[in-house]
C-alpha cells in the first residue's frame, strides 16, 4: 500500500460540474500539498496545508488531521482546469514530497 | 510562473553516458529537493539539500548524487545512465527555517522539469 492514496484515478466531467479529489495519507506530515501538473510535465503548487481548509478562486482544500485524509475541491468546472491533480505529503523528519499518484481531470465542454 | 528554473529541458544521452542537470531556486530559498518522474507514475524523491548540505535521500543508487552552491542552486549528476533512468526530473525550491520537516517552511515551488531520453 502507497504512502499517500488519491482516488479517483481519472475522473470526467462535463463544463460546470462540482469537482473532488481525495487524498488519504497513512504517514506523519508537517504539511500536505496539492499540486497540478499539465502536459509537457510543469508542476504548479496549489495550496500547502496544515490544517483546516484554504480557498482560492474555484479551488478549495481542506485537511482533517485526524482521519489522515485531505480533499481538493474545483466548484463550476471548466475545461481549463483538465490536468493531473496530485496530492503530496510533506514529512515530519526533513522536507521530502511523498506523492499520490495523480488523478487525471478531464472537463468536456 | 514560479522562480525556479532548471535547465536543460530536453536531453537526449546513450546508456553509460552521465549526465548534469541544473536547478536554480526561488530567490531567497535555501531548500532544493530532487525528484524523478517515471512516464504515468508520481514523483519520486531522490535528494533534498538545505544550506549545502545533503539533509534526506530517497531509494536511489549513488550514482545519483547532487550538490547545492552557496547561491542555493543545485546540481543533479547521474554516472553510468540506464534505459530505466529516462524520465522527467523536477526540482522544488523552498525556504526552510531549520532544515527539519517540522521546524517551519514555505510552501514548495517546481522548475518546469528536464526530460531526460536515455537511448
Known amino acids: 500500500k502507497n504512502e499517500v492514496e488519491q482516488s479517483p484515478q481519472n475522473l470526467t466531467a462535463q463544463e460546470g460540474e462540482f469537482i473532488t479529489i481525495n487524498c488519504s495519507y497513512s504517514?506523519?506530515?508537517?504539511?500536505l500539498h496539492w499540486l497540478q501538473q499539465h502536459p509537457g510535465g510543469g508542476i504548479v503548487s496549489l495550496f500547502m496545508?496544515?490544517?483546516g481548509k484554504k480557498k482560492h478562486g474555484r479551488l478549495i482544500a481542506t485537511i482533517n488531521i485526524q482521519e489522515k485524509h485531505s480533499s481538493l475541491h474545483i466548484t463550476a468546472s471548466h475545461p481549463r482546469d483538465s490536468a493531473v491533480y496530485i496530492c503530496a505529503a510533506r514529512g515530519t523528519s526533513y522536507g521530502k514530497l511523498t506523492f499520490g499518484q495523480g488523478t487525471i481531470l478531464t472537463v468536456h465542454p | 510562473e514560479t522562480g525556479v528554473t532548471q535547465s536543460p529541458t530536453h536531453l537526449i544521452k546513450t546508456r553509460g553516458q552521465q549526465v548534469t542537470l541544473r536547478c536554480s531556486s526561488q530567490?531567497?530559498?535555501?531548500?532544493v529537493s530532487w525528484y524523478q518522474q517515471a512516464l504515468g507514475q508520481g514523483p519520486q524523491f531522490i535528494f533534498q539539500y538545505y544550506r549545502e548540505e545533503e539533509n534526506g535521500r530517497g531509494n536511489f543508487p549513488p550514482r545519483f548524487s547532487g550538490l547545492q552552491f552557496p547561491n542555493y542552486s543545485s546540481e543533479l549528476n547521474v554516472n553510468a545512465l540506464e534505459l530505466d533512468d529516462s524520465a522527467l526530473y523536477l526540482c522544488a525550491s523552498s525556504l526552510d527555517f531549520g532544515g527539519q520537516g517540522n521546524s517551519g517552511h514555505t510552501e514548495a515551488f517546481f522548475g518546469q522539469g528536464t526530460r531526460l531520453t536515455v537511448v
Open positions: 496545508l496544515s490544517s
Open positions: 530567490s531567497g530559498h535555501n531548500t
Open positions: 504517514v506523519g506530515i508537517s504539511a
